[in-house]
């Protein structure tokens, strides 16, 4: 499988594969640290458990068992790094912004080296983001990341047991992996740039703009942009529009959840489940799957009882703004591509 194609393709299974375990491994590994920290009264912990077992879910790649659960270990790791590092240190003047770009600059040099390390690399700055954005203070959070990442993994085997379904593979040993990664193969500098400078310009574009949280454009640019430049401008175009139409989908299932938490949690890893299955059919319903799980655990964690219109106008201008700059710095990005092929 040539680079260009794995980068294109992760997250993808084929459609053929889809299957009813598959969706009940992410259900269960999503919705159990979730409940669980929610029922003891700890709702940002259940958030970052449900995330992280989603994250690292979705971190299953690699050519045998072990080298799938080793890659999903690293990056449970890596997003408790991320975390603490932006909880701890992301309230001070300037080291918000210093911290996410510096997550998301190395997220965009390793982002062709290798399939997991790519993945791992780009949620941990994800996490990161998500740290200083909620300063999370709760210190069970951490044990519910790491129950989170572990439940997974757990979850992951179990099903593997019974019906071994299997990302694409890589034909890439992690060894030669991590040193493309440490060079920055086939991604490099140029790259790298544009991808921490559309962080850190999303950053000022939202506090400018005085958004009501200005991290949502950020999240939003850090899962959405690619590298390819023009030839992955419709892939962009259509997560973009799967994400934006994830916002008044997630709000529809917040009003109509208002007061039940446990069905709040039981749509949220509903949500969680369908992400990889949408990826499989669609990118955007991938992402648009992705973008309800995203708003309703936020929603639960928050328990915010915003009136739909108002949670739909909110998230669509923070998410608006961060779409706008990954479709910008998207095409920016491709531009030492077009030099090559000219």
């Known amino acids: 499988m040539t680079a260009e194609k794995w980068y294109r393709d992760l997250f993808r299974f084929d459609s053929s594969q889809i299957s009813v375990l598959l969706f009940v491994r992410v259900a269960i590994a999503v919705g159990a640290p979730l409940l669980v920290f929610w029922l003891v009264g700890h709702r940002v912990a259940a958030v970052a458990g449900g995330a992280t077992a ?16 080793r890659t999903m270990a690293i990056a449970t790791l890596a997003m408790l790094l991320g975390g603490f590092i932006g909880a701890k240190f992301g309230a001070e003047t300037y080291a918000d912004e210093a911290i996410i770009i510096i997550s998301a600059f190395v997220a965009g040099w390793v982002s062709k080296s290798h399939p997991g390390i790519s993945a791992v690399a780009r949620f941990t700055a994800l996490v990161t ?11 069970v959070a951490a044990v519910a990341l790491l129950c989170g990442g572990a439940g997974a993994i757990v979850v992951a085997y179990a099903m593997w047991f019974m019906d071994d379904v299997r990302p694409d593979e890589n034909f890439m040993d992690w060894r030669a992996g991590v040193r493309r990664a440490i060079a920055g193969a086939d991604a490099g500098l140029w790259f790298a740039w544009c991808y921490a400078g559309a962080c850190a310009f999303s950053l000022l574009a939202a506090k400018q703009l005085g958004l009501d949280n200005p991290y949502w454009a950020t999240f939003t640019v850090i899962v959405l942009m690619r590298r390819e430049g023009v030839a992955s401008l419709n892939l962009v175009i259509l997560c973009t529009l799967g994400t934006i139409a994830g916002v008044p ?3 529809l299932l917040a009003q109509l959840s208002i007061g039940y938490p446990l069905v709040q949690i039981v749509l949220a890893a509903t949500a969680a489940a369908l992400v990889r299955l949408g990826l499989a059919l669609n990118a955007g319903l991938g992402y648009l799957a992705f973008t309800v799980f995203v708003v309703l655990i936020v929603e639960l964690a928050r328990e915010s009882s915003v009136p739909p219109s108002a949670l739909v106008l909110t998230r669509l201008y923070d998410v608006g703004v961060g779409c706008v700059i990954v479709l910008v710095a998207t095409v920016i990005a491709g531009v030492k591509n077009w030099g090559r092929q000219s």
């Open 54 to 69: 989603l994250f690292v879910s979705l971190c299953d790649i690699g050519q045998t068992r072990s080298e799938r659960a």
């Open 129 to 139: 983001a998500g740290g200083v954005g909620m300063q999370v203070t709760d210190p």
């Open 249 to 251: 989908t997630a709000a």
